[in-house]
């Protein structure tokens, strides 16, 4: 049996016949509370689930097989201990940590070849969040190379496959996160957005993906100028708001912090929005072209928040040429805070540093300026011109797997297809506002096309609102991939 490592499957035993492990979190964890299923018994059928899978879909990439299980030992006899009514909201619930993020005792990789995987020090804000929530952390899910790619593909573990087309990319970079739970490995997964890595997988797999306002997840490092943030993909809109309560701040340690909210944002999903105007772009802000299936996914959408009231209007922006430069200025200089062997990197993770090296301090702070200087401007149609954006998350359906790391090698620089996958997503990583993908629709395909939410400064409690209103409608809910 291999307890721990970066491949191969443990053991599994007392996995119950009837535990579904498509549930959501919050479910699971009001069965555990309940004592209709135990910790032990949750985790062995997830187990079981990355033992039957995994080695199709290549989503979990590091297993801790018997310290998970240790650990749900001990949930399970808290159950029956003198702190029995006081235990945390996800008390014994497995989750998954992204290979981008440090966890205490735990090696991490970020995706690369050239990262030693020495044991971490210190844990991430966003994993002591969900430990103190009860949350059992199991294993790690795979992700492209420090998270640069918008599909879940690197060298040194390989690709990770769609659920729901194992010739599809489940997107990125927090796709081994989206596999995992649209497989049904684990009821809810974390990960995190810096251009879309929450939403663009949420949209690939049939899934909920929020991307927070800046600051509202405590994070060690503002990375990214504050433009990447925490977060998990789930299955429905409630238990993103749930787990939104127990990973958000504020942090007093940190640079950046978002007001606190008035109330708890599970309390938002069903409250009413009010009769809100609601702006709809139906066109790519760069001219890349949108596949109809996307198109149509915006459209429906926007004729069913009509339906329920709302004032609808197309509306178009633009995306100033200048912004990608800046945006890759920031990004590819990021790439100094990784001590690794960098000549063992891939071709594009290597020319993203090399131009990093070109960018002098003053050129940085130019970018920085005109980012911040953009989205004052930009930021303040929210409010003036309407109330909430729809957009289609991506202009494409989901890439062939392995296309995109393909193309990436090839130009040793960003593909077509990955800005095709941000091009809804990135901008609002750098003007900070909430953004969420939505499962409402599904392409000729069978393939799952999301659309996304955007709500003003802080307002994820709008987004919330608006979100349930859209799950109702338009449902997903029991929707699973053909495995």
Known sequence: MV??????????????????TFQTASATAAAIKARTVSPLEVLEACLSRVDTLNERLNAVIWRNDDEARKAAKAAGDALVGPDAGSLPPFHG??????????????????????????????????????????????????????????????????????????????????????????????????????????????????LVGLKVSRGRVPSL???????????????????????????????????????????????????????LRVGVLEETPLDLGLDQPCLEAAREAAATLEKLGHRVDVIGYAVPDQFLADFLNVVNSSLAGFDVDWEKTEPHIQAGLEAAKHVDSLTYVRSVYGLQLWARDFVSRWGRDFDILLTPTMSIEPP????????????????LQVLQMVVFTS???MNGLPAISLPTHTAPSGLPIGVQLVAGPWEEALLFQVAAQLEEALPWAGRRPPL
């Open 3 to 20: 307890s721990a490592g970066w491949l191969g499957a443990a053991s599994v035993r007392d996995v119950p016949d009837d535990f579904d």
């Open 93 to 206: 619930v497995p989750i998954p940590i992204k290979d981008l993020n440090r966890v205490a005792g735990w090696p991490v990789t970020f995706g690369s070849r050239g990262a030693a995987g020495a044991l971490s020090e210190v844990s991430d804000r966003v994993v002591i969040a969900l430990q103190r929530a009860g949350f059992i952390l199991c294993g790690r899910t795979n992700t492209p190379e420090f998270g640069h790619l918008t599909v879940a593909e690197n060298d040194r573990y390989g690709i990770t496959r769609n659920p729901w087309d194992l010739d599809r990319t489940p997107g990125g970079s927090s796709g081994g996160a989206a596999a995992a739970v649209a497989g049904g490995l684990f009821p809810a997964a974390q990960g995190g957005d810096g251009g879309g890595s929450l939403r663009i997988p949420a949209s690939c797999c049939g």
């Open 221 to 275: 490092v503002n990375s990214w100028e504050g433009a990447a943030v925490e977060g998990v993909l789930t299955h429905d809109v409630a238990d993103t708001a749930a787990l939104l309560d127990v990973i958000c701040g504020p942090d007093a340690g940190q640079w950046y912090n978002a007001p606190r909210p008035e109330r708890p944002f599970l309390a938002e999903v069903g409250a009413d929005p009010g009769r």
């Open 400 to 415: 062939r797997a392995g296309e995109v790391l393909a193309a990436a090698h090839a130009a040793a620089g960003t593909p």
């Open 427 to 429: 901008v609002f990583n």
